[in-house]
């Protein structure tokens, strides 16, 4: 008589589970948007189910479960505005680190990834205007 392995057990499914079970669990351990406090574990159930009319005839079930840790919440700081005249609500989110009611330089057409100068915004060039 064969034995049965995780490697053998329902024709390699129950090794192929437990191999996806675990990438998972290290994905999620790497992952930076997940604490590094939660534990996580894979866990398997074999249930064994003897026939009562005949002996040594057996039903096995084979369970693979993960436990994961959650996402992280992400925060933010939003600012609502009615517009007093069209009764208009806006709301626009506060950039990091920047005070209700500031402009940033994104409002001005300068890229805040990279420093440069968008395209989509007419920047005035102060040296070419008048000063009457």
């Known amino acids: 008589m064969n034995r049965l392995t995780m490697a053998?057990?329902?024709?390699?499914?129950?090794?192929?589970?437990v191999d996806a079970a675990m990438k998972a669990v290290a994905e999620n351990i790497m992952d930076p948007g997940?604490?590094?406090?939660?534990?996580?574990?894979?866990?398997i159930k074999i249930t064994m189910e003897p026939n009562e009319e005949l002996v040594g005839d057996v039903i096995a079930l084979v369970e693979v479960t993960k436990k994961l840790a959650p996402e992280m919440g992400d925060a933010t700081r939003p600012i609502m505005q009615k517009d007093r005249y069209t009764d208009q609500i806006r709301i626009a989110e506060i950039g990091v680190g920047q005070i209700v009611g500031q402009m940033s330089f994104g409002d001005y057409g300068i890229d805040t990834e990279t420093g440069e100068v968008r395209n989509d915004f007419n920047v005035i060039d102060m040296s070419e205007v008048s000063h009457e």
């Open 8 to 17: 053998t057990i329902c024709g390699g499914e129950v090794q192929r589970k």
């Open 34 to 43: 997940t604490s590094n406090k939660t534990k996580r574990s894979v866990t």
